[in-house]
């Protein structure tokens, strides 16, 4: 499956080696020209479904930061994964990967427990057999330096840290109201020791990450009603089984620690569904005591059953309690405080953090389709990187010329989509399938008679016969969920 992906991927052009020609550099991609249209297209229905319906904030910072911002936030001291080097061939390893390569369970265990697994069962370089050196502590943050000065700063790890130390601002334009929601969707850097799985693990990558401010006591949210019967996959730290319960009931039985941070697991599984990731590959899974961060309250990873890689982690959903707040305020001297109408108090955070190109993988994969007969990709309209593809049902000049002019027509109305006249009209909409092309456009004979065009449903190659002037407004329809194509 795995490696069907890769070979689509490269060669239709949905994401590609970065640095290529050079020999490249793992843990960096390129998305190519089909993998941008779509991976736009999943931050569009992330914009419109937390932005705009949620009425957050949307800011947008840079991707340095300098290194007090770090300090504070305690990725200089803490955000470090453990290594370790081959004596012989230089090859260095994250200790636990290494460990757990020979069959060995590591989870969140100290440095010192790692080493002395190493002594005990006597571990080696995995490619050359040679002596293993210390572990030390490697810091994840790329450092760089800004200015001629030379003052230290990192690329971000996360965006959040930005959100945090713009609190005053924001809480300000917020008419110094809480909630405040805030959302930023851009690139976070980890110096990832071994980046692998292509899109899942690697060294610069987007973010999409909400930070919901609120009053300690007012861990609750209005449209709370509107999500309250949900059913969730659950797997609470306890448990050694997922529990299916409705959000309400897992809020009412102290699973999920209040209602704010339970409303935004609802959303985000709404959201996985709308970008076309089925309802039985997804599940929550709460984080266990010693994973947790020391200052989280609870802590819950939206996680994806896939094939190539069992259930990975796309979102992390955190009630941060006011550590952030609070460590920037120490830090920066400035006080970070919401007026209750009595005191002015430290807010309290809820965070969902998600990682959009895990996401985008979920999404390839999930969508790939192999019948023997034919290949295509069974994206969501919304997600599809071109809405439409519109042909000539022969290479006859009149009807190249149609198909043109309705191919202009579609652009006119900002629907993607593209032309082609290369090739029989079977090699077209293969081609078309294979990327995923929710509808495909075809003038024939008839259109020059009467001006009507058939619309061709990808997932079931059926067709249905429209009149051009209905066809951009049906296409946006189609995409939306207003209507249905067997009802045309
Ligand atoms: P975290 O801040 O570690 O909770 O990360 C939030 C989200 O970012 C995760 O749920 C992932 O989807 C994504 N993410 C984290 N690290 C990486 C990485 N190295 N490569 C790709 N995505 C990542």
Redo the contacts with the bound molecule.
């Keep these: 499956m795995k490696s069907k992906i890769t070979e689509l991927a490269k060669r239709r052009g949905l994401f590609l080696p970065s640095f290529e020609i050079y020999g490249g550099a793992s843990?960096f991609y390129d998305y190519g020209p089909i993998g941008a249209l779509i991976k736009n297209n999943i931050e569009q229905v992330w914009r419109s479904k937390f932005v705009l319906k949620e009425g957050l904030f949307e800011i947008s910072s840079p991707n340095i930061g300098i290194e007090d911002i770090f300090i504070a936030s305690g990725h200089a001291k803490h955000f470090v994964d453990p290594i370790i080097k081959c004596k012989k061939c230089g090859k260095v390893y994250r200790a636990d990967h290494l460990i757990e390569e020979y069959g060995i369970k590591t989870q969140n265990l100290s440095i010192k427990d790692l080493s002395e697994i190493i002594r005990r069962e006597n571990l080696r370089c995995i490619s050359c057999k040679g002596e293993l050196s210390d572990i030390e502590s490697f810091n994840l943050m790329f450092a760089t330096y800004i200015g001629a000065d030379s003052k230290k700063a990192y690329l971000r790890?996360?965006t959040?840290q930005h959100i945090f130390i713009l609190f005053n601002r924001l809480y300000e334009i917020n008419r110094k109201k809480l909630p405040l929601g805030v959302a930023q969707i851009g690139r976070?850097y980890?110096n990832?020791i071994s980046?692998r799985q292509a899109?899942?693990?690697?060294?610069e990558?987007s973010?999409a990450?909400i930070e919901y401010f609120v009053f300690p006591s007012e861990k609750k949210h209005e449209r709370f009603s509107e999500i309250a019967n949900i059913e969730l996959k659950l797997l609470p730290a306890e448990n050694e089984d997922e529990i299916k319960i409705s959000v309400k009931k897992a809020v009412e039985n102290g699973i999920i620690a209040n209602e704010l941070l339970a409303y935004f697991i609802a959303r985000t599984y709404e959201f996985l569904r709308e970008v076309g990731i089925p309802s039985e590959k997804i599940r929550f899974r709460q984080h266990e005591k010693h994973e947790r961060a020391h200052y989280a309250i609870d802590c819950w990873?939206?996680e994806v059953l896939t094939q190539a890689f069992s259930w990975?982690?796309?979102?992390?959903i955190?009630d941060r309690g006011d550590y952030d707040l609070k460590a920037h305020s120490k830090m920066s001297g400035k006080k970070l405080t919401a007026f209750d109408g009595e005191k002015h108090v430290i807010p309290h955070v809820v965070e969902p953090?998600?990682?959009?190109?895990?996401?985008f993988h979920c999404i390839i994969e999930t969508a790939y389709r192999d019948d023997g007969k034919r290949k295509f990709l069974k994206l969501k309209p919304n997600i599809a990187p071109y809405l439409a593809a519109v042909f000539p049902l022969l290479t006859k000049e009149e009807l190249i010329k149609k198909s043109h002019e309705v191919f202009a027509l579609l652009k006119n109305k900002n629907i993607f989509c593209y032309h082609d006249v290369s090739g029989s009209i079977g090699r077209r909409y293969a081609r078309a399938d294979e990327i995923g092309v929710a509808f495909s456009i075809t003038a024939d004979f008839q259109t020059l008679e009467d001006d009507s065009i058939t619309i061709r449903e990808r997932d079931t190659t059926e067709q249905k016969r429209v009149n051009i002037k209905e066809l951009a407004e049906i296409l946006i329809k189609l995409r939306d969920g207003e209507i249905r194509f067997n009802k045309l």
């Design positions: 843990g790890p996360e959040a976070a980890r990832e980046p899109l899942i693990r690697l060294r990558f973010q990450e990873d939206a990975i982690e796309v979102v992390g955190a953090s998600f990682g959009i190109d895990r996401i």
